[in-house]
């Protein structure tokens, strides 16, 4: 399959990029402007004014998106323009379709491969986009999700949400390989662990990106997440080699 031939295959989010530029402008300017305040120069104390409303939204908006990134608990912050990785052009559209599609709320990428550094920087990126789009985004290990309890008196103080309320959730290291010859780790468990733990239903309602090891078996990957409530029609694989 083709791949995408810039060392970066996602383009910047110019528009935002200007908007962040746009904000650090006008609070240098009100920095410039607001000694205007101590002098009686009326016209330089109305542009500081006039400035300080303008920024009233870019305050807000800025306030919100950084809540939503907290919140979501990632192991550190990236943009998807930021990943360097190689990908093919067809997972490229996928991803991207991914991210822009506003309606479904049952859609699932699996991310497939031997580096798993690559693996969790592409998906943290992916739920970040979603996270200024100011989505309830968690992140999370498979470890970590087990370990968990569903009541509300139990979960992560440290996030706004737990990881059952939140519109897409992000599942690291759901790792395994081979062992002379057999899974360490198989959906079968994993499916088994889910519903001792009673999550299955949380799962039918939300977005969600697994990061899986190699290849093998990915088939019975997708017949757990259709377990879980997931149409297959929105199981996505990703595969990085």
């Not at 079968?188 to 990061?211: C, D, M, P, T, Y």
């Amino acid at each position: 399959m083709k791949k995408s031939e810039a060392q970066k295959p996602f383009k910047p989010a110019w528009l935002h990029i200007a908007f962040d530029t746009a904000t650090d402008v006008l609070f240098f300017s009100l920095g410039a402007f607001s000694t205007s305040l101590l002098s009686e120069n009326t016209m330089l104390q109305w542009i500081a004014l006039i400035i300080l409303l303008i920024l009233s939204y870019p305050i807000y908006y800025w306030y919100k998106t950084k809540m939503f990134q907290q919140n979501a608990c990632y192991p550190f912050q990236l943009r998807l323009s930021q990943w360097d990785y190689k990908i093919d052009d067809s997972d490229l559209q996928k991803i991207l379709q991914f991210i822009n599609n506003k309606n479904t709320t049952n859609s699932c990428i699996i991310i497939f491969g031997n580096h798993q550094n690559i693996k969790t920087r592409l998906a943290v990126s992916i739920a970040n986009e979603c996270s200024i789009k100011h989505h309830a985004c968690y992140y999370t290990t498979l470890i970590k999700l087990l370990s968990n309890q569903t009541s509300p008196e139990n979960f992560d103080k440290t996030s706004l949400w737990p990881w059952y309320e939140s519109e897409l959730l992000v599942i690291d290291d759901v790792s395994y390989d081979c062992l002379n010859g057999a899974e360490i780790i198989t959906p079968e468990i994993v499916l088994e662990r889910l519903k001792a733990k009673q999550f299955v239903g949380h799962f039918k309602n939300k977005n969600s990106i697994w990061v899986l090891g190699i290849t093998y078996g990915s088939e019975n990957w997708v017949t757990m997440l259709e377990q879980l409530g997931i149409n297959q029609a929105n199981i996505t694989a990703i595969y990085l080699n």
